[in-house]
């Protein structure tokens, strides 16, 4: 909308005039006031009176709203910088359930019987499904953890024996804390040093100015697999830190991508271990997904399946119900090779940092340092842009997560991998 007086003026001149709602926005940035409000309607139950307030949309990205990213991670600094270096154990003591979290899950207690019941008689359940199903979204919305049930699918077994390939890690009695060793000084201090650990992801080709010199020859497939699975390596990196540690070591950590776009992990470790260890453990560490094997293409192009109420995804040729990603799970037997293997890069730092110090600062911005910023805003020229195509082009294949596996590994992708 245009005032009057603006219409007046030339065409040129006012598209040298900033927008109002730009300029709102500057200011709100000036005064760190979010500038994507929320606005929510509040009733007083006693009177009946209602007002629309705003609350700040809680943003974590810079690209979104700056100031509500700037309080979170201010926020997530003063959590590490307070937690990392801890000299007493820290009390955690879980919430009593209140009236609201209570009557839920006796709600649901009710609606399980229900469909017991009607299951049990042989009746259709789908409703009942569905109920069960927002009961537990809700419970966990209202502040609880886990679910009532507990695991209510059987665990698939898969081989637990350490690959011959990887070294044996050795493994200390455990013991009830969370606090890392002291060591007294010459001069009579005791100090409760902390590490800050740095690990990368191996390498697929040579790179020059994050981008490959022969895109041809660079591991893509590999790398977006690494890349998709790199919070489980992570895990499993810090369960062989607690066996080798002996106490449950607590840490803030950080995952940033490099100019390569591979992640890689910035960690703040709470207690110290021998540098040789820290390496070892990352040598030792690896992740197998045992997911079907997705290296040959089988529906493509006009070729893909057909979905059929009901029944499923058909193959578009024989009209064969295609299986679905948990029977293709089950089909995965204890003899078959793992689809993929992720292992750490050769590349691992480890520094010792002490509370208080210039060091524990620096490296707590180094660790906040992308906490707002979002992958694209990482990318510098179109060889890097490039590069993060052919990327997503492999990640294609791969089915995005194990939530989102059906349509992934079925049809839902203009060239999808067979699910068997």
Known sequence: MTHAHDRALPRAVRQTMPMAREVLEEVAKLHGVCIRPIPLKRLDIVTGHSEIIDVPCGSTLDSKCPPCAKRNRQLRMAQCREGWHLDTEPAITPDEGNEEQRWLVEFRADIQAQHDAAEKAGDDTTDLDAIITGLDEEINAAGMRGN?????????????????????????????TTLGRTFQGADGRIYRPSLFVTLTLPSYGKVRDGAPTDPETYDYRRAARDALHFSKLVDRFVQNLRRVAGYDVQYFAAVEPQKRLAPHLHMAIRGTLPRAEIKQIAAATYHQVWWPQADEVVFEGDHLPVWQDGTGYLNPATGEVLPTWDQALDAVDEDAEPLHVLRFGEQVDVQGVLAGTTDADQCIRYLSKYLTKSLGDTLDGQAQREHAARMIDALRYEP?????????????????????
């Open 148 to 176: 009532v049930l507990g695991r209510t699918t059987a665990k698939r077994s898969r081989s637990t024996r350490r690959r011959q390939d990887a070294p044996d890690l050795p493994k200390r009695t455990m013991t009830n």
């Open 400 to 420: 995005c997560s194990p939530t989102c596996r059906t349509g992934c590994a079925t049809a839902s992708s203009p060239r999808a991998p067979s699910p068997a």
